[in-house]
């Protein structure tokens, strides 16, 4: 900057402004090359997510008392342990959304991208879906012939229960020579007769 008394006005050094951007340029330059070298490494190749094969076990430790002291390993200190990142996590909530985590799922191995499902393998699940649905409704029909099966067989004992009383009914009329009614046997019962004539029906 020139320091003229008859100038007020503000002059810039371009020598000076000139060096600072050829700097800045540099280190510029330098930054971008760093940035090329992290993208030359290979990226680390992932699974895509997969539904898990084993069931989470969340009951076993339930109701359970465990002596702690300092000498204790870490999975054993209370709470859920995870193998793969090497953490205890107190509360079952927590150990879920844990396991279904990002950090745990890149620990697995794998990335938190789904793999997308073709035609057939649609195809095959909704047929696999159907055979399912076939075999319940197949136990269903089953289950429903053998019921009504059951039903069957108590009519028919009670129908051939009705029959012997009827039978037995008709018996006793034809011992007396009368036909009984229903009436008459209430009016003998209210009149203290213990049968008519020679009837063997007791009352």
Same mark, same amino acid.
């Given at each position: 900057?020139?320091? @003229?008394?008859?100038?007020?006005?503000?002059?810039?050094?371009?020598?000076?402004?000139q060096?600072?951007?050829?700097?800045?340029?540099?280190?510029?330059?330098?930054?971008? #090359?760093?940035? !090329?070298?992290? !993208?030359?490494?290979e990226?680390?190749?992932?699974?895509?997510?997969?539904?898990?094969?084993?069931?989470?076990?969340l009951?076993?430790?339930?109701?359970?008392?465990?002596?702690?002291?300092?000498? %204790?390993?870490g999975?054993? %200190?209370?709470?859920?342990?995870?193998?793969?990142?090497?953490?205890?996590?107190?509360?079952?909530?927590?150990?879920?959304? !844990?396991i279904?985590?990002?950090?745990?799922?890149?620990?697995?191995?794998?990335?938190?991208?789904?793999?997308?499902? %073709?035609?057939?393998?649609?195809?095959?699940?909704?047929?696999?879906?159907?055979?399912?649905?076939?075999?319940?409704?197949?136990?269903?029909?089953?289950?429903?012939?053998? @019921?009504?099966?059951?039903?069957?067989?108590?009519?028919?004992?009670? !129908?051939?229960?009705?029959?012997?009383?009827?039978?037995?009914?008709?018996? #006793?009329?034809?011992?007396?020579?009368?036909?009984?009614?229903?009436?008459?046997?209430?009016?003998?019962?209210?009149?203290?007769?213990?049968?008519?004539?020679?009837?063997? @029906?007791?009352l």
């Amino acid at each position: 900057m020139s320091m @003229r008394p008859d100038d007020h006005r503000r002059k810039w050094d371009k020598v000076e402004y000139q060096r600072k951007a050829q700097e800045r340029l540099l280190s510029q330059a330098k930054l971008n #090359d760093k940035k !090329h070298e992290k !993208h030359d490494v290979e990226p680390i190749e992932r699974e895509n997510l997969k539904r898990r094969e084993y069931k989470v076990d969340l009951e076993s430790k339930l109701g359970k008392s465990v002596v702690i002291n300092k000498n %204790t390993p870490g999975s054993q %200190t209370g709470g859920y342990y995870c193998n793969a990142c090497d953490c205890v996590v107190k509360d079952s909530i927590n150990f879920l959304d !844990h396991i279904n985590g990002k950090k745990h799922q890149r620990n697995l191995g794998m990335n938190m991208q789904i793999e997308r499902s %073709t035609v057939d393998q649609v195809k095959e699940r909704f047929q696999a879906n159907k055979k399912k649905l076939e075999e319940k409704q197949k136990d269903y029909e089953l289950e429903r012939r053998l @019921r009504e099966a059951k039903e069957e067989e108590e009519r028919y004992k009670e !129908h051939r229960k009705e029959r012997r009383k009827e039978r037995k009914r008709k018996a #006793d009329e034809d011992l007396d020579g009368t036909a009984i009614t229903d009436d008459m046997v209430d009016m003998a019962a209210i009149m203290g007769f213990s049968g008519f004539g020679g009837s063997k @029906r007791n009352l």
